[in-house]
């Protein structure tokens, strides 16, 4: 390795701040073919740490797409992949894998410490559900879609300007999480997408998003991308009423000194008695055979949720799983990592005349 500077070539570009990247967090959330080419030009940009989540493995199908995995990788999980091929391009970059959904990868805490956050996502349900958490802590976001021969690249900087949110109707909103196509979850079947357009519009958010952590923000908040026709043009949004993904967290929030390693017993003994220390997804309690009572243990394997899970071992009685979001409802034992609570998690805490207080684990 010599002398020379890295970044010589950029240093050259107006406005161009090395150090600037340096002193940066990006949140990658989504590793398939956007999620690579994303990550792969912010590490090679200087951006200092990356925090990369998904919950999926790298298939064959990924390979002609997504420049940070190899044959070697298939069967792999897609985050470690890519943290490892990005440590390659670049020696100076922090990368941090999260294998997981991104309820569960990434915090509210860490989503708020970041300079700014890459949606790459291929399901509606997924990409509001992203939008939504950014929105509570005024995390700048910025989501990349792509088709076939076109894709969009959409942001939100601030939770009172209009979103992608507000684009849709509120059945569109509340869509089902299913990896149609990244711009119309209505086809009738999944769309492909290729490199060209994949590099391209991950491009346009890679821009965005240095322009972001370097506080030039872009004037346009959507761009249209059209490769047959060669155009490329920014749309408008104006803010819908009835759009929920403009509230962010009220009031302070106050540090916790456990983090998700904690036990639920050891983070319910730190409230005052009539708090109820909630998390923002339900987690699995045991079975409960509603004619026997109180708590029955399941006997036999674990089916698909939703359907019986097994059947009482006194009265025979068919089981349902039960699920909860107050944490005093978990064993005492259970780890709040292990009930989906990420690291530096934002956990609501209703006071017993129903208001809020909020705490925020430690990393």
Request: charged share 25%; net charge positive.
């Amino acid at each position: 390795m010599t002398g020379e500077d890295r970044f010589a070539r950029e240093r050259l570009v107006p406005g161009w701040d090395p150090e600037a990247f340096s002193r940066a967090t990006a949140v990658v959330v989504g590793l398939g073919a956007l999620g690579n080419e994303a990550a792969k030009n912010l590490a090679l940009a200087g951006i200092g740490r990356l925090v990369l989540c998904d919950p999926d493995t790298v298939e064959a199908t990924n390979l002609s797409r997504s420049v940070l995995f190899g044959p070697h990788d298939v069967g792999r999980s897609k985050t470690e992949a890519a943290a490892e091929a990005l440590r390659r391009l670049s020696n100076s970059v922090v990368v941090e894998s999260r294998a997981h959904d991104l309820a569960a990868g990434v915090g509210l805490g860490e989503l708020a410490s970041a300079d700014v956050v890459l949606s790459c996502l291929d399901s509606l349900r997924s990409r509001m559900r992203l939008l939504g958490r950014c929105a509570l802590v005024e995390a700048p976001l910025v989501d990349g879609a792509t088709g076939p021969w076109e894709g969009e690249i959409r942001l939100r900087l601030d939770t009172q300007e209009a979103c992608y949110g507000c684009t849709l109707t509120a059945h569109q909103r509340s869509s089902a999480d299913v990896p149609w196509s990244c711009l119309d979850d209505t086809t009738a079947g999944p769309l492909g997408t290729s490199i060209a357009t994949t590099a391209l519009v991950a491009a346009w958010m890679t821009q965005a998003a240095l322009r972001s952590v370097l506080g030039m923000r872009p004037p346009y908040r959507m761009v249209r991308i059209e490769t047959l026709t060669g155009r490329s043009e920014p749309v408008l949004m104006t803010r819908a009423p009835d759009c929920p993904h403009h509230r962010p967290i009220q009031g302070d929030i106050t540090p916790c000194p456990l983090n998700n390693r904690a036990t639920a017993g050891e983070l319910t003994a730190t409230m005052p008695p009539g708090d109820e220390p909630l998390t923002w997804s339900r987690f699995p309690l045991s079975p409960r055979c509603r004619a026997c009572h109180p708590y029955t243990e399941a006997v036999g394997d674990r089916p698909a949720a939703g359907s019986l899970v097994s059947r009482c071992d006194r009265c025979g009685r068919g089981l349902r799983p039960r699920f909860s979001n107050r944490l005093r409802d978990a064993a005492p034992k259970a780890r709040l990592a292990e009930l989906g609570v990420p690291p530096q998690e934002i956990l609501p805490v209703r006071r017993p005349r129903g208001d809020y207080t909020w705490h925020r684990l430690s990393s």
